[in-house]
């Protein structure tokens, strides 16, 4: 059974950092992408960033130049690095992991979120 765990949610003021991470478990393979998304209150589910195995990234434009998405040396690991946080940032942010496990395709995996919210 696939798990992803996130950490790192919490308060901060404008213009400060966060640091987001995720690991997910439960299959034998190397996650195809892992990324992280948010829902803003009263919004849609949005990309923020993405990262693939081999290291290729894409960012939502609200994101570029201010975080940055890696994959950690442990397996099916990824952090966020938020910096220059606004309160526009402020919603639940989601790990994603797509990935196969044993007998199945790759798939969409989520996490339970994590709260970030940013005061003025």
């Known amino acids: 059974q696939v798990q992803l765990v996130e950490s790192g949610g919490g308060l901060v003021q404008a213009g400060g950092s966060l640091t987001l991470s995720c690991a997910a478990s439960g299959s034998p393979f190397s996650a195809d992408v892992m990324g992280w998304y948010r829902q803003i209150l009263g919004k849609p589910r949005e990309l923020v960033a993405t990262i693939t195995g081999s290291g290729s990234t894409n960012y939502a434009d609200s994101a570029k130049g201010r975080f940055t998405i890696s994959r950690g040396n442990a397996k099916n690991t990824v952090s966020l690095q938020m910096n220059s946080l606004k309160p526009e940032d402020t919603a639940v942010y989601y790990c994603?992991?797509?990935?196969?496990?044993?007998?199945?395709?790759?798939?969409?995996?989520w996490g339970q979120g994590t709260q970030v919210t940013v005061s003025s």
């Open positions: 994603m992991s797509r990935m196969a496990t044993i007998g199945r395709r790759p798939q969409d995996y």
